[in-house]
């Protein structure tokens, strides 16, 4: 079962060595690699062609492609989705690296289970070594997915996961060009609605948080609109499709934060509106959203998005 590890590239010069050997290094061998180098500025794809010459086994299953302009995370991760051919495809950030037998132990998995989505266990790293180990969610899967709609209760990573692509493609679930911040927000509660979904508790996965420049340490109004975006994308796709309503709660929840974030960067609520349609129900939530609508505070819809989603965490028992 071919699998497609998929990496997009810009300004890592620092890190995509390591990235590359761990990945060059699998014990699995039916790959296919796809790098998308986004106009890096720097030695990142010279650095990435020297590591792949000291693995010439892996040559031919090595594709590089070089986009003629800047588009972004979501564009590269777009372009190299659309090149694979693998039946399942993982994501890797070049910044992060991974443990030698991540393939082998999801592939088997999913072989076991004929599961969609394989997650595995992740530890964060900084440059003086490896910090806080996560283990993959073991609830059930629709509590699973009420912690990822609330938001920050759970992360919501694209990567550390082996994901069968036919089924992407059937529920035509892409990453969106000029969706950079919040793009795996914008794939993963949407993947999960569907999908049949297992985990291991394996770390396969090591993902850096002392780079400086990453959009977790420059937020921006831009980056706002981004995740505006991203959250469009879940409300369209839940209102399709979860008919019962079973997440309309932790999806509102969750939209009191993405919508005083805008008020936060200074978006007036008509603009917000236009990158993220949304109609709320409900009396509490629509206080929260007229009040944002009259110029209140955003501060207030905040502290009223920490206190609805601890109560909600308190209901469902996983306070």
Not at 49 to 60: C, D, I, S
Not at 130 to 142: A, I, R, W
Not at 223 to 242: G, M, Q
Not at 302 to 315: E, F, N, P, S, T
Request: aromatic share 12%; charged share 25%; glycine share 6%.
């Amino acid at each position: 079962m071919k699998v497609s590890v998929l990496v997009p590239v810009y300004g890592v010069e620092k890190y995509i060595e390591r990235c590359a050997v761990s990945l060059f290094e699998q014990t699995y061998e039916d790959l296919e690699y796809i790098f998308v180098d986004d106009c890096s500025p720097d030695n990142s794809i010279e650095i990435l062609e020297n590591v792949l010459e000291r693995y010439p086994h892996r040559k031919e299953q090595t594709t590089i492609i070089q986009l003629e302009e800047n588009g972004g995370l979501g564009n590269a991760r777009k372009v190299s989705f659309k090149k694979a051919t693998g039946e399942y495809v993982t994501f890797v950030d070049s910044d992060d690296f991974v443990s030698e037998r991540m393939i082998e132990l999801l592939v088997s998995k999913a072989q076991e289970t004929g599961a969609d989505i394989t997650d595995g266990a992740y530890s964060y790293y900084t440059d003086g070594g490896v910090e806080e180990q996560v283990l993959p969610s073991q609830d059930s899967q629709p509590v699973y997915l009420k912690k990822l709609l609330l938001q920050h209760v759970v992360t919501n990573q694209i990567w550390a996961r082996l994901i069968n692509r036919k089924f992407l493609i059937d529920h035509q679930l892409f990453f969106q060009p000029g969706v950079n911040m919040a793009e795996d927000y914008r794939m993963v509660p949407r993947m999960l609605l569907k999908a049949r979904w297992t985990t291991i508790k394996d770390v396969i996965y090591y993902y850096r948080i002392d780079r400086t420049g990453t959009f977790s340490n420059a937020i921006s109004r831009h980056h706002v609109i981004s995740a505006l975006k991203a959250n469009a994308a879940v409300v369209e796709y839940f209102s399709l499709h979860d008919t019962q309503r079973e997440y309309r709660t932790s999806l509102q929840i969750g939209l009191l934060l993405a919508f005083s974030s805008g008020g936060e960067a200074g978006i007036p609520y008509e603009e917000m509106q236009a990158y993220c349609p949304y109609q709320p129900s409900g009396l509490l939530f629509r206080c929260c959203h007229y009040w944002l609508r009259k110029g209140g505070s955003w501060q207030l819809v905040r502290a009223c998005y920490r206190v609805m989603k601890r109560l909600y965490c308190i209901k469902l028992g996983f306070a």
